[in-house]
């Protein structure tokens, strides 16, 4: 990936326009219905995705949202965070990590600015997996959620016309003129005083609440039995 800035700010504009030319194009499926309404409930509130399935998410902010995204800081990122911001949406730069390389990813300062933005009312929407451990949630999103005290709800968004690439977190390519999903899976809360197991049975709370979105997804999307109502 080219490091000049003027390369990285064009990429990552026509990646934008690109992804908004694939939300005008397609019709989305909210399910359930009143998803936006559960989340409503309880803001602000943590937002999880998996890696590499999360390209439509800044669509599903509406007008008068406040919402922030982690992002890496790896210049490969770079061009995710220009598309973002394109498309309206403020950003924290940092990402998770099951090690010592936590720190220097930028992983704690992160994780701070996500904790002033809870507190600011913000809601904060990060991909639940770290980086090269696909579809396996880490334990820095429970973390967020017990410190902050709000609630982690699992989103899934796809479509059915998708390419699919063979690395490690299955990039989804949506693509135009298809029919998509927005899926708003149960929300985790983890007390103020968790231990490491029930952080540990948080996590796995996470991570199958967000593979039953992401399955659900996929059948409406496919249609395959999806019966919501049409957004």
């Known amino acids: 990936m080219s490091r000049k800035r003027w ?14 030319l694939v939300f005008k ?21 943590i937002i999880a995705m998996w890696h590499g399935q999360h390209f439509m998410g800044p669509f ?12 890496s800081r790896h210049r490969d990122a770079e061009l995710n965070a220009i598309a973002a911001e394109r498309l309206g949406i403020e950003t ?5 990590d099951n090690g010592a390389e936590f720190i ?9 600015q996500m904790l002033d933005a809870l507190a600011d009312n913000y809601s904060v929407a990060l991909t639940a997996d770290v980086p090269k451990v696909s579809r396996i949630a880490g334990l ?19 479509t059915n016309r998708r390419y699919v690439l063979d690395n490690w977190d299955k990039t989804t390519i949506n693509l135009p003129f298809s029919r ?26 996470v991570e199958d609440n967000l593979n039953a979105a992401t399955a659900r997804a996929y059948a409406i999307a496919d249609n395959r039995g999806g019966d919501a109502k049409r957004g």
């Open 140 to 158: 820095g999103i429970v973390m967020l959620a017990r410190e902050s005290g709000r609630p982690i709800f699992p989103v899934a968004l796809t």
């Open 7 to 20: 390369v990285q700010v064009a990429l990552g504009t026509m990646g934008a326009e690109y992804l908004r």
């Open 180 to 205: 998509g999903a927005a899926v708003c899976g149960e929300p985790v809360w983890v007390p103020p005083d968790a231990t490491d197991q029930t952080l540990e049975d948080c996590r796995r709370q």
């Open 60 to 71: 599903m902010q509406r007008p008068g949202d406040r919402g922030k995204v982690l992002i």
């Open 92 to 96: 924290i730069r940092g990402s998770g």
């Open 104 to 112: 220097r990813k930028g992983g704690l300062g992160a994780f701070r």
């Open 25 to 45: 194009t397609t019709r989305v499926t909210i399910d359930p219905p009143d998803g936006y309404a559960r989340i409503d409930a309880h803001l602000p509130v």
